[in-house]
């Protein structure tokens, strides 16, 4: 009688255990990889509208340049160098460095900026202007595809030694960036826009440059 009752208890756990599985062994995820480095080459290609002595001009031409940024997960920096020529427009060239704070998902961020412009008659002593800037930025990835976008707004206000001859100044730009899966190379496409009004007196010449910006370079991190 025992005997039967046990077997009866063993069958019956085993058709239960068939019924019912045991969960699967939880899946352990590697930790992302939240620091990076990024050096790359870009060029915008659009048009410039300037106005001076209530005349605006508007020529097309293009900027070349090149940015690098190191980035953990809570703080980076970013150094940039850019020029440009539009047609008879004065040429502009400009270097920036920023320090970013908080994850790259939205972060905010200081910096400074110096500005010249410089013709082909003045090569040697080209308008300088010093900036401060502040603004957000948003960076995402799209799952594991290697696609990320960008969003970047900025605020430029007076400082330095040329804060005199300068009023203020913002920058917009979004673009797109696919990381290929095996080289650590990247490709991005975005537009940019920037604002930038000089004052001289009681004078101002407000400047437009917007464009479309293609580029690419090296990516290490940051999947």
Known sequence: MIRTAVVTIM????????????????????????????????????????????????TTGSIRGADLLLRASGAGISLRVLSGEFGRQPHITSADARVYLLPKEFSIFIGAARRALWSDLNPDAPATFDVGMGGISSTLNIGASGIRTNLTAAYYFPAGPSKERVKDGMEGEASVMYVFPVVPFFVQAGYRTEVFTQVDGTRFTPEIIRGVRFGGGLQLGGR
Do not use: C, H, K, Y
């Open 11 to 58: 069958i019956a756990a085993s058709t239960a255990a068939a019924q019912f599985p045991t969960a699967p062994p939880p899946v352990v995820r590697e930790p992302s990889n939240e620091a990076e480095f990024r050096v790359s080459g870009f060029m915008i290609t659009g048009d410039r509208a300037l106005e001076f002595a209530n005349n605006v001009s508007t």
